[in-house]
T-cell receptor
Framework: AQTVTQSQPEMSVQEAETVTLSCTYDTSENNYYLFWYKQPPSRQMILVIRQEAYKQQNATENRFSVNFQKAAKSFSLKISDSQLGDTAMYFCAFMKHANFGNEKLTFGTGTRLTIIP | DAGVIQSPRHEVTEMGQEVTLRCKPISGHDYLFWYRQTMMRGLELLIYFNNNVPIDDSGMPEDRFSAKMPNASFSTLKIQPSEPRDSAVYFC????????????FGNGTRLTVT
C-alpha cells in the first residue's frame, strides 16, 4: 500500500514571499503520478500541479513548481511570490500507474497554509 | 461547464435516519469517485465507478453505506441508518480518464449526524 506523508500541519508566510511545502511518499511502484491539490475555505478541491514519475524535469505552473526527488521519494511544492488567495489547505496525492482502468488517489493529511498580509 | 455538482451542500440529520447525497459529474467524464473527508482520517476514497459500473468499493466503511450510478449523469451515496461517526464532508469527483487527467471535485456535502 502507498502512503503519503505531509509533516507540516500548518505554515504561514508573508505575502510575496516564497514558501515550500514538503511531501514524502512510500511506494514500491516505479511508474506513478504525484499531485498537489489546494482546498480553499470554499471547500472545493482544486488541482495545482502534477508530475509523472518517469519525467525527470520538475513540473511548473506559473508561480507553482515542484521539486521531485524520485530516489528520495520526495515531492515538495514551492509557491513563489505568494498571494493572499493562496491561503488554503494543500494536499499531496499519489496515484500509481495502471495499464488498465484507474487507480485510486492516496492523499496526505494536508498542510494548512496562511498567507499574511 | 458547470463542474461537478453536489447536493445538498449541508445536511443535518438525526441518528438512525436515512441520508442520500447526490452528485452530477461533468458531462463526458467516465470515472466518478466518492471521497469522505474527516479531521481524523483525512481524505478517504469510498468507491469509484467507471462507465456507471462500480469498480472498487473497498473503501465503503460498512453495509450501512451504498452507492449507485444509474446513468452517466447521476450518482447517489446513501447511508442507512446514519450514525454520529458518519459526520464528515463527502466529496464527489469525476475525470474522463482516471489515470492521466486530474480529478474535478464538487464542493462537497457537509453531513452532520446528531
Amino acid at each position: 500500500a502507498q502512503t503519503v506523508t505531509q509533516s507540516q500541519p500548518e505554515m504561514s508566510v508573508q505575502e510575496a514571499e516564497t514558501v515550500t511545502l514538503s511531501c514524502t511518499y512510500d511506494t514500491s511502484e516505479n511508474n506513478y503520478y504525484l499531485f498537489w491539490y489546494k482546498q480553499p475555505p470554499s471547500r472545493q478541491m482544486i488541482l495545482v500541479i502534477r508530475q509523472e514519475a518517469y519525467k525527470q524535469q520538475n513540473a511548473t505552473e506559473n508561480r507553482f513548481s515542484v521539486n521531485f526527488q524520485k530516489a528520495a521519494k520526495s515531492f515538495s511544492l514551492k509557491i513563489s511570490d505568494s498571494q493572499l488567495g493562496d491561503t488554503a489547505m494543500y494536499f499531496c496525492a499519489f496515484m500509481k500507474h495502471a495499464n488498465f482502468g484507474n487507480e485510486k488517489l492516496t492523499f496526505g493529511t494536508g498542510t494548512r497554509l496562511t498567507i499574511i498580509p | 461547464d458547470a463542474g461537478v455538482i453536489q447536493s445538498p451542500r449541508h445536511e443535518v440529520t438525526e441518528m438512525g435516519q436515512e441520508v442520500t447525497l447526490r452528485c452530477k459529474p461533468i458531462s463526458g467524464h467516465d470515472y466518478l469517485f466518492w471521497y469522505r473527508q474527516t479531521m481524523m482520517r483525512g481524505l478517504e476514497l469510498l468507491i469509484y465507478f467507471n462507465n456507471n459500473v462500480p469498480i472498487d468499493d473497498s473503501g465503503m466503511p460498512e453495509d450501512r453505506f451504498s452507492a449507485k450510478m444509474p446513468n452517466a449523469s447521476f450518482s447517489t451515496l446513501k447511508i442507512q441508518p446514519s450514525e454520529p461517526r458518519d459526520s464528515a464532508v463527502y466529496f464527489c469527483a469525476s475525470s474522463w480518464d482516471g489515470r492521466y487527467s486530474p480529478l474535478h471535485f464538487g464542493n462537497g456535502t457537509r453531513l452532520t449526524v446528531t
